[in-house]
DNA sequence: TGAAAAATACCAACAAATAGCGATTGTTTG
DNA sequence: CAAACAATCGCTATTTGTTGGTATTTTTCA
């Protein structure tokens, strides 16, 4: 994936309005819509005929396509996460269903916001191949999930209970961030996630 | 505001489904529904007419009747910033509109959800409250020094070590700084050290 | 379908941090 | 001078986190 290429892009979105504005935003620009679907699993059937190199760069998706029910499709979708996850927002979704998208798009978003949006996505995920690639250990999506209430600062009793698990549990994924990513301090967590993607600093409470 | 009070609270939200059904949910708690509003004018006008001591604890707000445009109306809204403020979404909007809510509840937030989550709002706007009277003071050049061992991780033993000075001494100068600053957490604490060029990014350990 | 990975849960002993107190010694400053 | 502040040190009690285990259930995937 060169930087002068045009990315190619897939659209899951029940409206056709939406899905044909969206087209018509990014015709002028380096991304080049090469298909629209109404559900997961029109995507899903026209994907796994595809030969892998020509994967999609960007899957646009509508999050209520997935259900109220967390990530069961989404880890189906993209196994080896090759392609970057976008969100196309504009019915309200619960904060933690977003957790696996590299961007979301807003309804009212400009249409250079959009490019842009589109642009740090590819490199999120770029970002994300080359840490599966040379990290020595990714962690798992709970442990990020652990991660990111560990740097906003939550006791483990708090996590434990906002996620309706065990203190043992919450603990148990601690060590295992710490083991994997050789990180102990809190501080240098912060710092990891903030690189990682997984918090952004407007997350952090200054209180 | 005492802990075993029940809460006013006014609604400002367009649809009545809404309203009605927050109402009906709230009805068997401590919070208890004294107006409902279909517009922010509606709200202001009647909030304007109330005594100082009478108004609503908690304000829970459509943010799609503030418009696109950021935070001009809310500053309006609450000049004293007396009244916890709390985002009803069910429809897309923008991150950013919701920076200066204390809370937001989802659409298919559960009642018990509801509840602690406006439980929360209440408690961040007396925070909130407590940090605009006791306005913030200056760290002193050694809290500083502390301040930049802490947020590398070092123990208080380390650094009371580093610095030839008892444990207790940095016990204190930690109670200090938290006071001072009003924050508790480390990840906090690192946020506003970076902010304040105590330390730079690069002098956080990441191993 | 069977093995591996992930998520879950628990225990015990120890280390560290926090809260709420007080107290002494300088230094600055109105 | 007296008051305010900074820096230092101390105590007790309690909470929270760390470390190194074991073990079960669920999920994933080849």
Redesign the pocket.
Known sequence: MSVREQYSVAIIEPSRIVSEGLSAILHDSDFRVVRQFETVDDFNQWEAALPEEKRVDIVLLNPVLLGTHPS?PL??LF?DACSSLVAMLYSYIPPELLLEFDATIGIDDAPTTIIEKLRDAVATAAKRLDCQNIDKQEL????KEILAYVVKGL???EI?EK?C??I??V??????I?HKTGI?T?SGLLMYALFNDIVTADEIPQE
Do not use: A, D
């Open positions: 069961q880890n189906g196994p798992t999506k709970r442990e006791t483990n009793k434990g996620l698990i065990s043992h549990t603990i148990s994924h601690r060590k295992n710490v102990k809190v």
